[in-house]
């Protein structure tokens, strides 16, 4: 998406003559999207009402390269729900040939677990410093039927062996417990892990971490921290699959989104959300009542206070 946002922030038009028109080049970058497979003979236009700039247009080339991941995704819906056919992305090296992924490690007092947070080290050219910057790949080359480690498990574990009525961030946060999760985010957004579990504390600040999700790598949305952005994807009863979702998370986390939010409305929605789960190292965020719906065959005067209760249990 980086190729594509940098041409589009620099393109506006007005009613008036074209200008020459600026092509977009193949990107492998993009397999599978639509924007790929537009002809050479389709031209798009970006227009905006400013008045003080000339019009141009949008030349998108088809993609040369990677035709066989586009059409191993080019299937309507899942065959097996329990073994899908998942398509390998790219890896991080061909996704920014001028980075490297780098991580710090700092060590939490309280039980002594190390954690490697990550960062992406952008490689500049002369005498100008390396330049690092926050990072939501999530770990590399993994094949998503195994899943992404459990990188929490051992932090959770511990916490519930200790027991306590119950196990939020904001619970430990108002004990002055700093737990392995704040320290991470402290160390992501160059901050004092004070400071986290203040904000937390005071309901400033979220680190949403669901428990049963130990795969992600714990972020803090909050006012004082860094902007986050977040990304939607999902199925429909018409098209898409369990394959095409998680490949739309690891290219949207790939790209920088913090965190997912699925809000599939078609067939295999629970199966759907765990490989999701299994495969994303940001929060997932998504809306049971669509998964209850389906439980009812979408007949709305079905639905009951048993299903929808039955469908929260299971998220």
Known sequence: MALLHASFTSVVCKNGNHSAPTRFPCTTFLPGFDVG???NACKKEICSSMSSVPKATLTFDPPSTNSERSKQLQRKHTINPASPDFVLLPSFEECFPKSSKECREVI???????LK??????????????????????????????????LRKDWVDRRERLGAPRYTQMYY?????IT???????????????FVR???????AIIPSNKKHLELEPMIVGRNFLVKVNANIGNSAVASSIEEEVYKVQ????????????????????????????NSAVPVGTVPIYQAL????GIAEDLSWEVFRDTLSRV
């Not at 939490?108 to 190390?114: A, L």
């Not at 990550?118 to 899943?147: A, C, H, K």
């Not at 946060?173 to 417990?177: T, V």
């Not at 389906?294 to 065959?297: L, R």
Request: contains cysteine; proline residues 6%; hydrophobic residues 30%.
């Open 37 to 39: 497979r537009v002809s």
């Open 108 to 114: 939490h007092e309280q039980s002594g677990h190390t």
């Open 117 to 150: 947070v990550p960062f992406r080290r952008v490689l500049l050219s002369g005498d100008v410093p390396n330049f690092d910057t926050y990072d939501t790949s999530g770990p590399q080359n993994i094949e998503p039927r195994i899943g992404l480690p459990k």
């Open 173 to 177: 946060a108002k004990q002055g417990i």
């Open 180 to 194: 392995e999760e704040m320290l991470y985010c402290a160390t992501r957004e160059k901050l004092d892990p004070e």
């Open 198 to 204: 203040s904000e937390v504390a005071r309901g400033r």
């Open 251 to 278: 290219w949207a986390t790939m790209w920088g989104a913090d965190t997912v939010m699925d809000l599939s409305t078609g067939r295999h929605i629970h199966e759907t959300r765990e490989w999701i789960l299994r």
């Open 294 to 297: 389906e439980k009812v065959n």
